[in-house]
């Protein structure tokens, strides 16, 4: 097999056992770099120097026993809102064009901790705001399965890196949907873990109540290895917590028998791509006919998501993003007159449209008079979709939905309706705004070729049971008329 086809979990043992080295594998994944990246653009920044020299600085502690995990001598790629020190950390936007870090993420020390190799940053949606890795200060990225469609967002550069065999496995962050919703699009694997299993410490905010970062890979054990990696009790952030068990690869078994799942009717109504629908209840028949019992029930307070989530995220980033005022680090406007006129005209040119308009959105809802109306509003209407999860989990052990309406749509079709845009994240922002965990699996294409994604939506802390059940229909979808490589 060769070094780009290898999931990280199998390209680490062949690394320990000394079949290749660790160079060997960041070769392979630089010449991938080199041959996708023109018509992908799934990365901002390709630090070959440094992997190459943290690669020879790996294999030496492989070889001492001082390196053992799952992922050592892995190449992995950042999402670019994920802080790392030395290394260009913009955002995807001009604000922040020559911001390097002083320091690494918590994530990344726990990567480095592993042995695992970075290999470059990922593009993305300018603050994360976007479905689409459209609003990029840096330019487009584009889907591999089909050039003339989007990733997804706003993690679509680390899921194209995955899905274009740049990387084997990649990290993301999800506020609304940004690693699910992408990974449907690539057909790669994706999870956003329970709100505070992973420490936001170095994590440049967008919706501080709601962003988590999460693994992006090429199946569900190595999602499974690289959570394990990364997930950990951090004192340097407020919102995480302390877990008893990260042991999330212990789930990893072909087993459903004990599982109740449910799929919510207004998942599958009006707006559903018919091939999608097709494609995800297929699925569900793969996991009863494993044993799993399956059932349909209601699910009501899903309408109400979206309103609530771009409320409550534009909010969050209005006041998130007050920091970057070309005072500090980041762009400053080159004419100016006066402190007040640099911060206007560093802010005018620095952010991008779709950030400057949920700016503006969010300090419309935070303003006097507003406040009440629509801030506090969305808020209560986020803790009863809480208490309707809660109530569907009292009776399943899981839900099943799809992750997106539809498959990735064309570049350009969905920024000139930054509405229609919105309602694409319909299945994801929910698990947000409720702290849950949600998993994608590809489950199936469409006749254009472009890959659909399940979603598995647990309880908080239930990851293990995701895994087993994404585990279990990864390894029965071979023998359900898929292609064996879904």
Same mark, same amino acid.
């Given at each position: 097999?060769?070094?780009k086809?290898m999931?990280?979990?199998?390209?680490?043992?062949?690394?320990?056992?000394g079949?290749?080295?660790?160079?060997?594998?960041?070769?392979?994944?630089?010449?991938?770099v080199?041959a996708?990246?023109?018509?992908?653009?799934?990365?901002?920044?390709?630090?070959? $120097?440094?992997? =190459?020299?943290?690669?020879?600085?790996?294999?030496?502690?492989?070889?001492?026993?001082?390196?053992?995990?799952?992922l050592?001598?892995?190449?992995v790629?950042?999402?670019d809102?994920?802080?790392?020190?030395?290394?260009?950390?913009?955002?995807?936007?001009?604000?922040?064009?020559?911001?390097?870090?002083?320091?690494?993420?918590?994530?990344i020390?726990?990567? $480095?901790e592993?042995?695992?190799?970075?290999?470059?940053?990922?593009?993305?949606?300018?603050?994360?705001?976007?479905?689409t890795?459209?609003?990029s200060? /840096?330019?487009?990225?584009k889907?591999?399965?089909?050039?003339?469609?989007?990733?997804?967002?706003?993690?679509?550069?680390?899921?194209?890196?995955?899905?274009a065999?740049?990387?084997?496995?990649?990290?993301?962050?999800?506020?609304?949907?940004s690693?699910?919703?992408?990974?449907?699009f690539?057909?790669?694997?994706?999870?956003?873990?329970?709100?505070g299993?992973?420490?936001?410490?170095g994590?440049i905010? &967008?919706?501080?109540?709601?962003?988590q970062?999460?693994?992006?890979?090429?199946?569900?054990?190595?999602?499974a290895?690289?959570?394990?990696?990364?997930a950990?009790?951090?004192?340097?952030d407020?919102?995480?917590m302390? =877990?008893?068990?990260?042991?999330?690869?212990?789930?990893?078994?072909?087993?459903?028998?004990d599982l109740?799942?449910?799929?919510?009717?207004?998942?599958?109504?009006?707006g559903l791509?018919?091939?999608?629908?097709?494609s995800?209840?297929?699925?569900?028949?793969?996991?009863?006919? =494993?044993?799993?019992?399956?059932?349909?029930?209601?699910?009501?307070?899903?309408?109400?998501? @979206?309103?609530? &989530? &771009?409320?409550?995220a534009?909010?969050e980033?209005?006041?998130?993003?007050? =920091?970057f005022?070309?005072?500090? /680090?980041?762009?400053?406007?080159?004419?100016?007159?006066?402190?007040?006129?640099? /911060?206007?005209?560093s802010?005018?040119?620095?952010?991008?449209?779709?950030?400057?308009?949920r @700016?503006?959105l969010?300090?419309?809802?935070?303003s006097?008079?507003y406040?009440d109306?629509?801030?506090?509003?969305a808020?209560?209407?986020k803790?009863?979709?809480?208490?309707?999860?809660?109530r569907?989990?009292?009776?399943?052990?899981?839900?099943?939905?799809?992750?997106?309406?539809s498959?990735?749509?064309?570049?350009?079709?969905?920024?000139?309706?930054?509405l229609?845009m /919105?309602?694409?994240?319909?299945?994801?922002?929910?698990?947000?705004?409720?702290?849950l965990?949600?998993?994608?699996?590809?489950?199936?294409?469409?006749?254009k070729?472009?890959?659909?994604?399940?979603?598995?939506i647990?309880?908080?802390?239930s990851?293990?049971?995701?895994?087993?059940?994404? &585990?279990?229909?990864?390894?029965?979808r071979g023998?359900?008329?898929?292609?064996? $490589?879904?």
């Amino acid at each position: 097999m060769e070094i780009k086809d290898m999931t990280a979990v199998q390209l680490s043992a062949a690394i320990k056992e000394g079949k290749i080295t660790v160079s060997d594998a960041v070769e392979a994944s630089l010449a991938a770099v080199r041959a996708s990246e023109a018509s992908i653009h799934a990365f901002l920044l390709v630090d070959e $120097e440094g992997a =190459r020299a943290r690669a020879a600085e790996v294999q030496k502690k492989i070889d001492a026993g001082e390196l053992t995990g799952p992922l050592a001598g892995v190449p992995v790629a950042v999402k670019d809102n994920i802080c790392t020190k030395g290394l260009a950390t913009t955002c995807a936007s001009k604000i922040l064009q020559n911001f390097v870090p002083t320091y690494d993420a918590e994530v990344i020390t726990r990567l $480095e901790e592993a042995g695992a190799v970075i290999i470059g940053k990922t593009n993305m949606d300018e603050f994360a705001m976007g479905s689409t890795t459209e609003t990029s200060a /840096y330019g487009v990225t584009k889907n591999p399965w089909n050039t003339e469609h989007v990733p997804g967002g706003s993690s679509g550069g680390s899921c194209a890196a995955v899905a274009a065999g740049e990387v084997p496995m990649a990290l993301g962050s999800d506020t609304g949907g940004s690693i699910r919703q992408p990974s449907s699009f690539c057909g790669v694997t994706g999870m956003k873990p329970t709100y505070g299993t992973v420490s936001r410490y170095g994590l440049i905010a &967008y919706g501080s109540s709601l962003d988590q970062i999460g693994p992006v890979a090429k199946d569900v054990t190595d999602c499974a290895a690289l959570l394990q990696t990364v997930a950990s009790y951090d004192a340097k952030d407020a919102t995480s917590m302390k =877990r008893d068990d990260y042991d999330f690869m212990s789930a990893l078994k072909e087993d459903v028998s004990d599982l109740k799942i449910g799929i919510p009717n207004s998942c599958f109504g009006e707006g559903l791509d018919p091939q999608v629908k097709e494609s995800i209840l297929k699925a569900a028949d793969v996991l009863k006919a =494993r044993g799993a019992e399956v059932e349909y029930f209601d699910l009501d307070l899903i309408d109400y998501a @979206i309103p609530a &989530y &771009y409320v409550i995220a534009s909010a969050e980033a209005s006041s998130n993003l007050e =920091r970057f005022d070309g005072v500090k /680090y980041g762009f400053r406007a080159k004419e100016y007159e006066g402190l007040h006129d640099m /911060y206007k005209k560093s802010r005018s040119e620095g952010f991008g449209p779709e950030v400057k308009r949920r @700016i503006m959105l969010g300090s419309f809802v935070l303003s006097s008079g507003y406040y009440d109306a629509y801030y506090l509003k969305a808020l209560r209407t986020k803790a009863l979709i809480k208490q309707e999860f809660d109530r569907a989990f009292e009776k399943y052990d899981m839900i099943l939905s799809p992750a997106a309406p539809s498959t990735a749509p064309r570049l350009g079709e969905s920024l000139s309706d930054p509405l229609q845009m /919105y309602l694409g994240d319909i299945y994801t922002v929910s698990v947000n705004l409720a702290g849950l965990p949600g998993i994608t699996v590809p489950c199936g294409m469409d006749d254009k070729g472009l890959p659909i994604g399940m979603q598995l939506i647990g309880d908080c802390f239930s990851e293990k049971k995701l895994f087993r059940a994404a &585990y279990t229909y990864e390894q029965a979808r071979g023998a359900f008329g898929q292609p064996k $490589e879904w």
